[in-house]
């Protein structure tokens, strides 16, 4: 089975600075997907970043960038020089080979942005 | 290119009462997945449809059901409401669902059980 841990149910930042965002998963998949997404207020969801298992790189999208260590089965999101407009809930996922479209969720992290 | 939509945006129904919301993918998307979110229950994967088969399907009672029509769009139907299914419903579509790209969501349906 596989399971998606977010540890942490609120955060808060200062604009300007960088952020992690921590997730850790679990499956016995070779093959997987890691993906961060943001829910604001309004519902929808946004993709942020995506890490394959075998990517060696760890994946950057603008100022996101995701922290992948397999063998620690973590894959967190940093993101830097944070905005006001990045409050909002962000959501770790995880899809698996041949299951691409079925996303297992973590509970959630929501990133308050100071002024 | 228009983004994924979803009808209606917001829905008031009654315990017992039956529901239908309709998703439309992107253009050129055939597989179109469901997520029920709630606050106690999180994002959890209700089912998959892709050329009109489901293709996959989550931990959900025969209450929720789902269907594609030959355009892609798709719809699902929650029978006899409980309170319980008050939530967000978001769907996704892929292009084809054979590669982990990622999904492309809706901006959700609120239902509100009385």
């Known amino acids: 089975a596989q399971k998606i841990t977010q540890t942490q149910p609120g955060m808060f930042v200062q604009e300007k600075e960088a952020v992690t965002l921590d997730c850790t998963y679990d499956t016995s998949d070779q093959s997987y997907g890691l993906f961060w997404y943001k829910q604001p207020s309004s519902g929808e969801m946004i993709f942020l970043i995506y890490?394959?298992?075998?990517?060696?790189q760890n994946a950057t999208e603008g100022r996101y960038s995701l922290n992948f260590q397999k063998a620690r089965k973590s894959a967190n999101l940093v993101i830097s020089a944070s905005q006001l407009g990045d409050s909002a809930m962000y959501f770790c996922a995880m899809s698996v080979l041949y299951n691409f479209n079925k996303f297992y969720f973590g509970s959630g992290t929501k990133l308050n942005v100071k002024p | 290119k228009a983004g994924v939509t979803q009808t209606p945006r917001y829905l008031i129904k009654t315990r017992g009462q039956q529901v239908t919301l309709s998703c439309s993918p992107i253009s050129g998307h055939r597989s179109v997945s469901w997520y029920q979110q709630t606050p106690g229950q999180g994002l959890q994967f209700l089912f998959e449809?892709?050329?009109?088969?489901?293709?996959n399907k989550g931990n959900f009672p025969g209450r929720f059901s789902g269907r594609q029509f030959s355009n892609s769009r798709s719809e699902m139907n929650v029978s006899t409401l409980e309170l319980g299914d008050s939530a967000l419903y978001l769907c996704?579509?892929?292009?084809?669902?054979?590669?982990?790209?990622?999904?492309?969501f809706g901006p959700g349906t609120r239902l509100t059980v009385l």
């Open positions: 996704a579509s892929s292009l084809q669902g054979t590669s982990a790209n990622e999904q492309f």
């Open positions: 449809y892709f050329s009109e088969t489901q293709r």
């Open positions: 890490q394959g298992s075998y990517d060696e």
